[in-house]
């Protein structure tokens, strides 16, 4: 019974002094975890980053540079007679209306600028407001937009296709 005090004062006195250093443990364990954190982080945007190319030099790997150096955009048997592709990333769809012909438009729709985003039944379709062009020139087949796809001018030889 007598003991229960003295402890009592004990622990009272225990907090009192330790608690600077108590509190810089704290803080030193706060940011290391806050450096554990943003390093965690780091690493994983990294490897989404290296992902996310390695991904994508796999799928489209001579596509890539295509936009800024003359190289291949596409490679013609990837252009259905008939059909085309839009290339997201260069903003351009490539259509073969006939067989051996190849155009390319812009793949910004001329009604409020959204990306067109499919080539189907003869026509290039923008999501937005569902205008559609026509593969072989561009022209309005369809929806709000009253001005053609900007054409846009490809090269073809050895069976690639380079915007000019
Ligand atoms: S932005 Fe393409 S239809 Fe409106």
Not at 76 to 103: D, H, L, R
């Amino acid at each position: 019974m007598v003991t229960e005090p003295a402890s009592q004062v004990e622990e009272n006195e225990r907090p009192a002094t330790e608690a600077p250093d108590g509190g810089n443990t704290r803080r030193g364990v706060l940011i290391g975890v806050g450096l554990a954190g943003v390093a965690g982080v780091a690493a994983a945007c990294g490897g989404s980053d290296d992902s996310g190319d390695s991904g994508g030099n796999g799928a489209a790997g001579q596509q890539s540079p295509a936009a800024g150096g003359g190289a291949a955009l596409a490679q013609t048997s990837e252009i259905p007679v008939g059909g085309g592709k839009v290339f997201k990333e260069q903003k351009v769809v490539v259509t073969q209306p006939a067989q051996g012909t190849f155009k390319a438009f812009s793949a910004i729709c001329t009604h409020r600028q959204c990306p067109v985003d499919e080539v189907a039944d003869g026509t290039i379709n923008c999501p937005c407001h569902r205008s559609k062009f026509k593969i072989a020139d561009g022209s309005v087949a369809g929806g709000p937009a009253t001005r053609p796809l900007e054409e846009k001018q490809v090269t073809v030889s050895g069976g690639q296709i380079k915007l000019a």
